[in-house]
């Protein structure tokens, strides 16, 4: 009968040994499953804040690129009033300049009408004879 114990006790250990194998493996295979699921999550959130990183930085440079086209834009339109103002005043300087040299041209002729209307009456009263003068 001892043998019977013994033989019966080394299949009970024999069991145990391979239901502890099992147990531990699949332990052991619960936990890489466990760590490769950790990964996983773990690669997704990275994946998200990287994605939300690079759109931030897309939305960034988009509003730069926005901010310096206007800006460009402000500083052409800037410089088109000033060369319109510079051409109003270079008009208005033109036209005075004419109208001062058209005036001076008129006061010239004028006294030049009043000096040979002079030398008319003069040359008039002389050709009188002095009988007939006044």
Do not use: W
Not at 42 to 48: M, P
Not at 54 to 81: F, K, R, W, Y
């Amino acid at each position: 009968m001892l043998k019977r114990h013994l033989l019966l006790a080394s299949v009970l250990a024999g069991t145990f040994a391979v239901t502890a194998c099992s147990q531990q493996t699949e332990e052991q295979a619960e936990d890489t499953a466990q760590q490769a699921e950790d990964t996983a999550e773990s690669a997704g959130d990275d994946i998200a804040a990287n994605t939300e990183a690079a759109t931030t930085e897309a939305e960034i440079a988009a509003q730069n690129a926005g901010t310096e086209l206007a800006d460009g834009a402000e500083t052409a339109g800037a410089v088109a009033a000033g060369a319109v103002v510079n051409t109003g005043e270079a008009i208005a300087d033109g036209a005075n300049t004419a109208v001062v040299n058209t005036a001076e041209v008129v006061a010239d002729g004028a006294n030049s009408v009043a000096d040979g209307a002079s030398d008319v009456a003069n040359n008039a009263e002389e050709d009188v004879p002095a009988d007939q003068q006044y």
